[in-house]
């Protein structure tokens, strides 16, 4: 109190002194706090506790409560959260957000008594309802108020209205709240000083155009992003709000209408614009140009279409432009080089054609650029060489061709590039290699040609690595098998030669998935292949020889695809210590030998088992694993009978035993089985008559039956062609499924 009176004082002598040692003052303040107001805090940190376990973005220990601060001996202008008007005293700021609050700030809380108040903000907290309720109303000198994510809100209390001063109001993140549009409608025409109103993800659910037709000029921020409204957005409610400067309306898919024209009043004061996820359609019109301040454009997956306008390059101020996932066509205007603040530029999922002008590489600020699905065309320009900040290059899926330029040296920054997709021609530039921080490279489905660069010097926080279907030669580097941090390694449909290396500098790969099918691999399957953490690996078509092994390394293999080598030797029984595999397929090597029969014991997950093609003899095992789905036995010397204990494994969808030497009566018993596409018995001692069925509809699912050469005997049940379903339902994409296998 005394130090009141001494401000009194200086404030009657002398402004001019007061404004000079304003700042010692607030920092020596001792006791500028109204004792009646600490009193009121007191008592409002009293009916909420702390609760650093319950649910709150933001919080995340106690430490951030500002209400531990609050304590009687200290001065109420100091606690945490709290702000005083250094004359007055008067506590006309409380900030309580994330502060780990639950429980009610109801009608009677002390609350409503601090009646200077300006800005209060009990963002991200756990409260239940609206605080204060209708004596909201009390604060009446409140201008700020932000209740974003503040716990479980129930109602707008209609005392919110009467906050005449209130100059933003932010409400956002209440997902389980509907708003309703009767009460929106009430806020934009009763608070008519509002500045800034967010509402993001709370339910509005309501026709936009029933909002008042002219909003509150005094409008400069209006976040409605998720808000559920619908309708079409008229020109004069929005475009003409003359003070404007973020408008965000994304992610209301139902929300349409056009850009205007020309009028946009806010031309001079818009900073962002966001659209995206609506349904906004029709075209970018050449007025954008006006925007002169925008910053941000985000128009990502509305319905957009025609030509960008050749006056975009005057949107000089632009650091962000999204523009993906519309129906935009024609040329990409060399304007574009102008926007030379962009850090951010989506033009992915259009129907862009066209070369990319030379000029782009002006944009030396830009660290992300997107050009993926359109229909691009032409050359690399080597000017892109300039956007050294560049973190995410992407040309996936376009038309381009040519080289790809060895422009990578000064790419420091980059973590993803994606040139997969296109017609690029020639090697794999040197300086790719070179790149320190690339975590994703994607080169898939071109036509790069020569052989891999033999050493690098980068990829060392490489996670993907995609080379596939390519015409890559010469030996397959052993760097491709050191990388420390690769997942993914797909170098599958090349034409690498040469051996796999079979000593490795780590203990073992950490990969999860390789696939070298499709090229012209030699030599033996090195035992690191299936170690740990390998869980997919496919090396099939190739020229792999050998194979023999008494012990297996017992990895986590879930996928093993040796198809088509000239792998030979017999499957001991410690093959089946790889447990968790799901899909084996061995077929078209040398095999020989029987098949283990401990490939069905019974904790085999195996669901497709495919070893057609080989030189496996003796019968089949009598048990199979228990999900199997397809057993593929084509082309071996297999004797005996069909095991019975097939009958118990109706997850059947495909049975090839086609071409052994089988020698068994039809198995009728397969007749109900409920996903039998695919049936084939050819070529082995089958015989006897195929006998009558027991269902009304045999086979329900048959696709494909093939019972020739074979010793049947007697005709075929006429029910068998009345009844296969499946057949008349032909179902192309399924059939060819199977046959693959
Ligand atoms: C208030 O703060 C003083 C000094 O920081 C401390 O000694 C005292 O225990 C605190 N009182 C309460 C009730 O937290
Ligand atoms: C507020 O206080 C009055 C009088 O003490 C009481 O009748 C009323 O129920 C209280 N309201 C709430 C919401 O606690
Ligand atoms: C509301 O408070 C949250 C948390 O402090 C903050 O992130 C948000 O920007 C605030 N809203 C406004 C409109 O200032
Ligand atoms: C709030 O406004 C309504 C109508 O505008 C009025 O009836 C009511 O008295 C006001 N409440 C307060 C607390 O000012
Ligand atoms: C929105 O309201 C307008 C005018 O009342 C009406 O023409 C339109 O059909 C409504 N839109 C929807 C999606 O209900
Ligand atoms: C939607 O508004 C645009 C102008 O913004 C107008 O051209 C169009 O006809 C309107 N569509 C409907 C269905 O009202
Ligand atoms: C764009 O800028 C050019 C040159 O600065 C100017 O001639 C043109 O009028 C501008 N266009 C628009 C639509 O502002
Ligand atoms: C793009 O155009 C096609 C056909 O013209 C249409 O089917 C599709 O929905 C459009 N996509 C968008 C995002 O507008
Ligand atoms: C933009 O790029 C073109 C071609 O690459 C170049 O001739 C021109 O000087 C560049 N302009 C600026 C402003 O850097
Ligand atoms: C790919 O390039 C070759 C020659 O370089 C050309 O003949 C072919 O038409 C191109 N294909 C596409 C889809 O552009
Ligand atoms: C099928 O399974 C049942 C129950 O597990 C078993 O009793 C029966 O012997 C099995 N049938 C054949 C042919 O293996
Ligand atoms: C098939 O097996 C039966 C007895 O199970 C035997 O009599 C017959 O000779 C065998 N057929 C051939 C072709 O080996």
């Known amino acids: 109190m005394e130090y009141q009176k001494l401000i009194m004082a200086f404030c009657f002598h002398s402004l001019l002194i007061l404004f000079v040692h304003q700042s010692q003052l607030t920092y020596a303040g001792k006791h500028l706090c109204a004792r009646d107001e600490a009193f009121y805090l007191l008592q409002l940190k009293q009916g909420l506790t702390v609760d650093p376990n319950a649910y709150f973005y933001g919080c995340d220990s106690e430490a951030e409560a500002k209400t531990l601060s609050w304590n009687a001996t200290r001065d109420c202008c100091e606690w945490g959260g709290v702000t005083c008007n250094v004359f007055t005293g008067h506590v006309i700021g409380l900030d309580l957000s994330s502060s780990c609050l639950r429980g009610t700030i109801d009608a009677n809380s002390t609350l409503k008594k601090l009646g200077h108040l300006q800005r209060l903000n009990l963002a991200y907290n756990k409260l239940s309802d609206f605080p204060l309720g209708n004596s909201i109303s009390q604060l009446s000198s409140l201008t700020h108020l932000n209740l974003s994510l503040s716990g479980n809100m129930m109602q707008i209390p209609a005392g919110l209205t009467n906050l005449s001063k209130l100059v933003s109001l932010d409400l956002s993140w209440h997902t389980e709240f ?66 404007l400067q973020v408008l965000r309306l994304g992610n209301n898919p139902l929300l349409t209408g056009t850009l205007p024209n020309y009028r946009w009043n806010f031309s001079g004061s818009v900073l962002e614009l966001d659209f995206s996820n609506t349904g906004i359609f029709g075209k970018l ?26 006056s975009l390059g005057n949107l000089t101020s632009i650091r962000e432009l999204i523009l993906t996932r519309n129906n935009f066509t024609g040329n990409v205007p060399s304007t574009i080089s102008k926007l030379n603040k962009l850090v951010y530029l989506d033009l992915s999922s259009n129907h862009f054609r066209g070369s990319i002008p030379e000029s782009i590489g002006n944009l030396t600020a830009i660290t992300v650029l997107a ?17 050294n900040k560049l973190s995410y290059l992407s040309l996936s899926s376009n038309n381009f061709g040519g080289s790809i330029p060895d422009i990578f040296a000064n790419f420091s920054e980059l973590s993803f590039l994606g040139f997969d997709t296109n017609n690029f021609t020639g090697p794999l530039p040197y300086s790719i290699a070179t790149l320190t921080r690339l975590e994703a490279l994607f080169l898939q489905n071109n036509s790069l040609t020569r052989p891999l660069p033999s050493n690098i010097s980068g990829f060392q926080e490489l996670t993907m690595l995609d080379l596939s279907f390519n015409c890559f030669t010469g030996a397959t580097p052993s760097w491709l098998f050191h990388l420390p941090s690769l997942d993914y390694l ?100 040398n095999f020989s030998g029987s098949i283990p029969d401990c490939l069905g014991n019974s904790k085999s997950l195996i669901y497709i088992l495919d070893l057609r093609m080989n030189k496996f003899h003796g019968e089949i095992p009598r048990f199979l694993p228990t999900r199997l789905e397809y057993l593929g036995l084509y082309g071996n010397q297999l004797t005996g009978q069909v095991p019975r204990s097939l009958v118990n494994y109706t997850s059947l969808e495909a049975i090839d035993l086609g071409n052994n030497k089988l020698n068994d009566t039809f198995p009728i018993w397969l007749e109900k089985f409920p996903y039998l596409r695919v049936l084939i018995l050819k070529s082995n001692l089958f015989h006897g008559p195929i006998g009558d069925f027991e269902s009304e509809f045999p086979f329900p699912e048959l696709r494909i039956f093939d019972l020739s050469c074979n010793g049947f005997t007697g005709t075929l049940p006429s029910k068998f062609f009345k009844s296969f379903r499946g057949m008349m339902d032909v179902n192309e994409k399924k059939n060819r499924n199977y046959s693959s296998y």
């Open 178 to 243: 509907q708003l309703g549009l009767t009460t929106f409608r009430s806020l934009l025409q009763d608070l008519t000083n509002l500045e800034v109103l967010l509402l993001d993800n709370v339910d509005v659910f309501g026709n936009i155009s029933e909002l008042p037709k002219y909003l509150s000029s005094s409008l400069r921020y209006l976040s409605l992003g998720h808000t559920n409204m619908f309708g079409n957005i008229s020109e004069s409610q929005i475009f003409h709000l003359p003070n």
């Open 285 to 310: 019109p050449g007025s954008i140009a006006n925007l002169h301040s925008l910053w941000r454009l985000n128009l990502r997956n509305c319905s957009l279409s025609g030509l960008i306008p050749v």
């Open 371 to 387: 050009l993926s699905y359109n229909s691009f065309t032409g050359n690399v320009p080597s000017t892109i060489q300039k956007m």
């Open 490 to 589: 797909y170098v599958q449909h090349n034409q690498l030669t040469g051996k796999l290396p079979n000593e490795l500098k780590s203990n073992y790969v950490e990969y999860s998935d390789i696939n070298l099918s499709y090229n012209k691999l030699q030599g033996e399957i090195p035992d690191w292949m299936f170690s740990t953490s390998l869980g997919r690996l496919d090396l099939s078509h190739n020229f792999l020889t050998g194979f023999v092994r008494q012990v297996w390394p017992s990895g986590n293999i879930r996928y093993l695809n040796l198809e088509n080598n000239f792998l030979q030797g017999s499957l001991y029984q410690s093959f089946c210590d790889m447990v968790i595999l799901e899909i084996l397929i061995l077929a078209q090597n």
